[in-house]
């Protein structure tokens, strides 16, 4: 019963502080400097971002226990997202550069150089994506994974995954009322709100790892032995021959690059219809309330089905999910001229704000509450070598691998087809959406058969 709750509240308040980061990332990035700048984002600065911290992680993990690397890590991000609301936000106009001229002379690198122009904003985007590919998947699921037995995840994964809406619907509660006022003054006081609650979050994560800590070492350690470790080359030739530990990255992968490049449009979209930093995370937070009463919704089904029925059925909810909500969106999006007449231009843009909000809510919360569950299943089984390293390799490399490739896919043709934008692309984005989630259900039944 300890180890439910305080692994409850510490998922409660890590889905807490990755829910109110994508809709405060997202916000600052679009309104302050438009939505084709995400690309570059994840592509220049996520990416490397997370092949940097991998590399750092396997070394790390043959210094230090899981415990002082849960703490270390944690430290640092809500340390950043503290300094960033009171310090590097307020005086962005004496710490960021003008390259406009820059920009004049080599066009094609428009993107590149405004990110690093605006390296306070980019610094909390690429943070912010990482919170959500470290702190959740790799941290907290490898302590659960080290304390629950197969039987037991069956039972308790599905419970801890409702639990954690409660985070994710508190912060979208917490972004609606920050964000009422319309004013820019307004959103820059709501920001350091913002970031108050993040850093105790944070404080609270770290109070329940360490009731934790006194939990797992009652049943094992969490120490590095001092046995010979193999190097970093010789770890990643281990998970890289693994077909098991690269299916699994496969599935991280292609949902990464599929959510990507509906993302990418819908939030152009949403960025047309909401100019105002307030207005637009004001909408975000009400997706996120609706995203969480659909995934407690979810998770009530995929508590019957990871139960009753096998992992086949629960890992091909959220593709199958993906492949018929996203192929709406975009038939939506690429027939919206024919649709518009009669309708008028402002109607049209609502209705495709609703629809890829709908389609962002349904899928994510299949991806909570059955992609989430029926993957972490797939480690139990693995050795602590590969338990550890090759999960640092599926979730961080291959979440934002493929988010970076989805953004690669849009950067490339933003940059190169003269006058593009997310709009006049998006019938090339929706024949790759539909390969990719294709290529996604097809990893699945390979997986199937193994496990």
Known sequence: MAKLIFSS?????????????????????ITELGAELISAVKLYGVL??????????????????????????????ISYFLCFGFFLYPNTSLIHFD?????????????????????????FYILSEMWGSVMLPLMFWQIANRIYSVAEAKKYYPLLALIGEVGSVLSGVTLSILTRDKTSVSWEISLKYICITIFIA???????????????????????????????????????SSKYVMLI??????????????????????GLLYPHSSDYCNFIAKVQVAMS????????????????????????????????????????IVFKGSISQGWGDHNILFLCVIIGAIQNIVVKASKYSFFEPTKEMLYIPLDDEL???GKSVADVLGEKGGKALGAFIQWSMLSFITGATLVSISPYIFFIFLIVVIAWISAVLLLSRIV
């Not at 991998?54 to 210094?63: A, D, H, I, R």
């Not at 390259?99 to 610094?123: C, D, T």
């Not at 070492?217 to 470790?229: I, L, V």
């Not at 508590?303 to 975009?330: D, E, N, Q, Y």
């Open 387 to 389: 338990k550890s390293k």
């Open 202 to 240: 944070g404080l609270i994560i770290s109070l329940s790892v360490h009731f934790l800590k006194k939990y797992i070492s009652s049943e094992q350690t969490m120490r590095p032995t001092h046995s010979a470790k193999p190097g970093l080359i010789e770890s990643f030739r281990a998970i890289l």
């Open 48 to 77: 490397p971002a997370a092949v940097i911290f991998t590399l750092f992680y396997t070394k790390l993990s043959n210094l230090l226990t899981q415990i002082q690397i849960y703490h270390l890590l944690n430290g640092c991000f």
């Open 293 to 332: 009463c659909s995934s407690i919704f979810f998770i009530l089904c995929s508590s019957i089905v990871l139960r009753k029925l096998r992992w086949r059925v629960g890992a091909s909810v959220t593709p199958i999910t993906m492949l018929i909500t996203g192929s709406l969106f975009f038939t939506l």
């Open 99 to 123: 390259f406009s001229e820059v920009i004049l002379r080599y066009p094609y690198f428009k993107y590149q150089v405004l990110m690093f122009a605006n390296w306070s904003y980019s610094l």
């Open 249 to 270: 990255t496969t599935i991280v992968m292609c949902y990464g690059v599929s959510i990507n490049l509906v993302e990418g449009v819908w939030k152009k979209h949403l």
């Open 9 to 29: 509240l510490n998922i409660a308040c890590t889905i807490y502080v990755l829910s109110i980061l994508k809709g405060t990332k997202d916000t600052i990035i």
